[in-house]
């Protein structure tokens, strides 16, 4: 099984960066992608970005390409989520995931058996 603990969640001006940050420990090596969900009040958990452990194949919603960033670093068992020119509509609480060992989708919040807790991420109008 995979353990995750996040970070690097806050508040933030419209228009500004951060950084979360995703620690995965266990059986990180049977997970073959991570992925990158939020959930903002009074709506459904949605994708937001993934990236495979192997090959670093990304994915991304539409409503962050291009300001949004997934990388992993294998050596240090971590996934970041580089975020920039944020928006306030990116106000949500913000979850890493971990698939297990075979792939599914990686857009579906059902292709993950792995969930951190959770940090909040505020962007300010």
Request: charged residues 15%; glycine residues 12%; contains cysteine.
């Amino acid at each position: 099984q995979v353990q995750l603990v996040e970070s690097g969640g806050g508040l933030v001006q419209a228009g500004g960066s951060l950084r979360l940050s995703c620690a995965a420990s266990g059986r990180t090596f049977s997970s073959y992608a991570m992925g990158w969900f939020r959930q903002a009040a009074g709506k459904e958990r949605e994708f937001v970005a993934a990236i495979t452990w192997s090959a670093g194949n990304t994915d991304y919603a539409d409503s962050v390409k291009g300001r949004f960033t997934i990388s992993r670093d294998n050596a240090k068992n971590t996934v970041s989520l580089q975020m920039n020119s944020l928006k306030p509509e990116d106000t949500a609480v913000y979850y890493c995931a971990a698939m297990g060992p075979r792939l599914y989708n990686m857009r579906t919040v059902r292709g993950y058996a792995y969930w951190g807790q959770g940090t909040q991420v505020t962007v300010s109008s």
